[in-house]
């Protein structure tokens, strides 16, 4: 089912976009919860990370490859950052699209 990540691709909504390929959108999150706060989403409507199949392989190679370019243009690759993939209830989702949180710009924390 399309969600709110899927009217940002489709620019029915706006956002602010900083990268996008044939496969992959990245854009800020609208509530940060560090000084950089990527989200990086397929164009493809994936729910979660229970939903990926064989053949989305390539586009989670494209995801991780955009976010590594992002982490460089960004000056954070050095210094470091996090990537998390919320999955349902327990993992705390809230937007059914498959997407990457790409945190960085301060030293994080613990995991949970
Ligand atoms: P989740 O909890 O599903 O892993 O993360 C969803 C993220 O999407 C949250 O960090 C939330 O702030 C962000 N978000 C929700 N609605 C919008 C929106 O309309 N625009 C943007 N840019 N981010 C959103």
């Given at each position: 089912?399309?969600?709110?990540?899927?009217?940002?691709?489709?620019?029915?909504i706006p956002?602010?976009?900083?990268?996008?390929?044939?496969?992959?959108?990245?854009?800020?999150?609208?509530?940060?919860?560090?000084p950089?706060?990527?989200?990086?989403?397929?164009?493809?409507?994936?729910?979660?990370?229970?939903?990926?199949?064989?053949?989305?392989?390539?586009?989670?190679?494209?995801?991780?490859?955009?976010?590594?370019?992002?982490?460089?243009?960004?000056?954070?690759a050095?210094?470091?950052?996090?990537?998390?993939?919320?999955?349902?209830?327990?993992?705390?989702?809230?937007?059914?699209?498959?997407?990457?949180?790409?945190?960085?710009?301060?030293?994080?924390?613990?995991?949970v």
């Open positions: 089912m399309a969600t709110i990540f899927t009217k940002i691709i489709n620019r029915e956002a602010t976009i900083v990268y996008e390929t044939d496969t992959v959108l990245a854009f800020k999150d609208i509530a940060p919860a560090a950089i706060h990527i989200l990086v989403v397929p164009k493809k409507e994936i729910p979660t990370i229970n939903d990926i199949t064989p053949e989305d392989k390539n586009i989670i190679g494209d995801m991780y490859l955009a976010i590594a370019h992002i982490a460089k243009e960004l000056g954070i050095e210094q470091g950052y996090r990537v998390i993939t919320n999955c349902n209830e327990y993992g705390g989702q809230e937007v059914f699209h498959l997407h990457f949180h790409l945190l960085g710009g301060k030293k994080m924390g613990a995991l």
